[in-house]
């Protein structure tokens, strides 16, 4: 029985044609090796399993073949690699450094490659420094990394940094194709489609998985049931059946679905995030500029764009952040279940605070009034106009300005009128009335348009008298911060007062700061006033003023008593 190989080395690219998804640093290798401009140093860079150690490999190789007839010769000799994970102390680096001294016995080049090179030693990547900096004219090193934050930036300054991007699923998705073909299997596109989206941009991932679905099945066919039944990922069907009872508001059947995932044997938390991202599905599914942003099968591409058209934008955003919200603290949940069926009905919520927002931002719209003229009134109407139904002249109409209130987005009307973690609070049957009064609140805190307010300068003396009948207003009613007014200092800044108080005094006005607030603003006809509390220490007895003599011998005999005898005996006097 011959031992298999895996397919991420069975079909490992040979040339710069056959790496997938790196077209960016393919060309500008191939161009520098035809124009004989290569580089003395590379720093190859990117996340795990996109073709850094392979694109190493293949320059390598690439860099030799002028120089050989022999079209078949590997250059083994001439290629040396070093796993920094496991040899990165100063002894390593030394022992490479008079191997570099050696010129290459075939070929024109010696290349050096140093995978991991971030785990060097500080002091491994000092001794490296110098060879890098001037190697001999045959010596290459390729250094390739996942986290270039951790080099060094004298090394990074004597390389040419290639920076390799996570693979497309598109391209994954060709790749998987073809090696399936060459394998003579029968597959569902839709199944690799998921391989991919598992693999999250890395080929090397998705060659693995790929290797794990091809053993399922006996008849090397590979079903998009089987992939999501092994892999542990839930149909898109759910995702879709969930959000239409959103839509319905129904929380029965919600929660009836997400017992039958979690029966199938699904965490709750990836239920979570799934649900997050086909709500991020449908959000760049809503635009013809962002559906290339859609990584879906090419069965349900369709179905996403269809249904973001009927979703509000404004539920799809709070579905988003309640999702995120959920997932952040579902590890901390003693009742993890129930943490996602809260966060579940919560969402359920989110048209009904839409649909009320709506509602009501058109409730108090202007009447238009049509003023009478010869045109309009009735021919047969000779009655003559009492003084009542004189003409309305232009100039009177703008007199009376109308009610009426900023237009607003859904989303942004839902925004301001409620906010959704109050749920948790608010017994589910009286959501909607508590919605409804938030609205009508709002409605009655907006003013007409009219002439612009006189608005008073702030001054300490109009501060001041302010604050007085603030005082007393708060004396009648019997309430005890009236007298925290006394103590405290209040210094204008532009269109902001800057309160300075003790930590006792700023505690009690933080009680009353919004009502306190409301009056300056009325008080001192200033919409756009501001205040700032400013925490004080408490003066000590005696800080800030000069000490006088007795006060300064009376400390010092506290201290030393035998000071008073001396005074004493002596017959001094203090000055």
Known sequence: MENSVVSARKYRPATFDTVVGQEHVTRTLINEIKNNQLAQAFLFNGPRGVGKTTCARILAKEINK????????????????????????????????????????????????IDEVHMLSAAAFNAFLKTLEEPPHYAIFILATTERHKILPTILSRCQVFTFNRISVSDIVAHLKKIGEAEGMTMEEEALHIIAQKADGALRDALSIFDQMMSISSDKKLTYADVIKNLNVLDYDYYFKVTDAFQQQDISTVLLIFDDILSNGFD????????????????????????????????VHQKYIDTSKVLNQGFLV??????????????????????????????????????????????????????????????????????????????????????????????????????????????????????????????????????????????????????????????????????????????????????????????????????????????????????????????????GRAYTGQEKFDAMAKKNPALQDLKDKLNLSLR
Not at 461 to 489: D, M, P
């Open 268 to 299: 709750g938390q990836i239920f979570l995030n799934g649900l997050a991202s086909h709500f991020r599905d449908l959000m760049v599914g809503r635009t013809p500029e962002t559906v290339k942003l859609l990584d879906v099968p090419p069965n």
């Open 318 to 543: 709070n579905a988003i952040n309640i999702a995120n919200e959920f997932d952040l603290g579902y590890k901390a949940s003693r009742n993890q279940r129930l943490h996602v069926e809260l966060a579940l009905i919560k969402m359920c919520y989110i048209p009904s605070l839409i649909e009320s927002g709506e509602k009501k931002k058109n409730i108090a719209k202007p009447v238009a009034q049509t003023p009478v003229t010869k045109s309009n009134t009735p021919a047969t109407d000779t009655k003559p106009k009492t003084t009542t139904e004189v003409e309305a002249t232009p100039a009177q109409l703008v007199s009376k300005p109308q009610k009426s209130l900023p237009r607003r987005k859904a989303s942004e009307e839902v925004a301001q009128i409620g906010n959704l973690d109050d749920l948790l609070s608010v017994d589910v049957d009286t959501a909607a009335t508590e919605v409804e009064n938030k609205v009508e609140e709002k409605q009655a805190s907006f003013e007409p348009e009219s002439a612009p307010e006189k608005t008073a300068p702030l001054t300490v003396e109009n501060i001041n008298t302010v604050l007085s009948q603030y005082a007393e207003q708060l004396k009648t009613e019997g309430r005890f911060q009236h007298s925290l007014f006394k103590f405290i200092t209040a210094k204008p800044e532009g269109n902001t007062i800057r309160f300075e108080m003790i930590k006792q005094h700023r505690i009690q006005l933080e009680e009353i700061k919004v009502e306190f607030l409301q009056f300056l603003r009325k008080g001192l006809h200033n919409s756009a006033l501001q205040i700032e509390v400013v925490e004080v220490k408490k003066k000590k007895e005696g800080e």
């Open 66 to 113: 002028e120089s050989i007839e022999d079209e078949d010769y590997d250059f083994s000799y001439n290629i040396f690699e070093l796993d920094a994970a496991s040899n990165n102390s100063v002894e390593d680096i030394r022992h490479l450094n008079e191997q570099v001294r050696i010129p290459p016995q075939v070929g024109k080049y010696k290349v050096y490659i």
